[in-house]
């Protein structure tokens, strides 16, 4: 770590590392990291990509996942038939193909989901695609403010991209966010 990059100079006391003024440890030692926080750290792509088949799509409830009038059309029903394709590509390590029908069930717009987002978001890494899964993983934070896993598929996202700080902050906020979610559940 470049110290003078990362720190700030005070009067009489010299250099300050950014971490120690944003009261973030330093280190991933000093996280405590569930499995999917880990898996993130340590850019185990295989293993993010088990949690989230596991998670399924549990976590779109009472996102904003509001179907329009077009529920009931033809084209609503080809869109779900697309996120049903792509979410077999995901399943089965197709990664191209899930990126493939992720991208039209999102162009169309008729729903809006954070796991597709996520899943997209993954299937980017997994392609060495790192900036378009931050844009995703972004993206299904805007849709879901306080969903854990999209903080943490920016933390893998920014570690792919070579952001370390970035990405121990977004690694952290991940970390926060699903303590407070488990202290509700």
């Known amino acids: 770590m470049d110290d003078k990059k990362d720190s700030f100079s005070f009067p009489g006391i010299g250099l300050v590392p950014s971490h120690v003024l944003m009261g973030i440890q330093q280190g ?7 499995p999917l926080g880990e898996a993130c750290l340590r850019m185990d792509l295989t293993a993010i990509h088990e949690i989230l088949e596991k998670l399924g799509y549990k976590d779109d409830e009472g996102a904003a996942t509001e179907l329009s009038f077009q529920m009931w059309t033809n084209q609503m029903q080809e869109t779900l038939n697309t996120k049903k394709k792509g979410d077999i590509a995901f399943q089965h390590k197709d990664f191209r193909a899930a990126i493939e029908c992720y991208t039209q069930f999102i162009e169309v717009g008729t729903t ?3 796991t597709v987002f996520a899943r997209r978001s993954l299937s980017y890494l997994m392609s060495d695609v790192p900036q378009e899964a931050l844009d995703d993983s972004v993206q299904a934070q805007v849709i879901s403010p ?3 896993i999209a903080s943490y598929l920016q933390a893998a996202a920014l570690f792919a991209l070579g952001r370390e700080n970035e990405a121990q902050i977004a690694l952290k906020e991940g970390s926060v966010l699903e303590e407070k979610r488990n202290m509700i559940s």
Do not use: E, G, I, R
Request: proline share 15%.
């Open 28 to 34: 991933a030692a000093a996280l405590p990291l569930s």
């Open 146 to 148: 306080v969903w854990h």
């Open 112 to 114: 809006v989901s954070p």
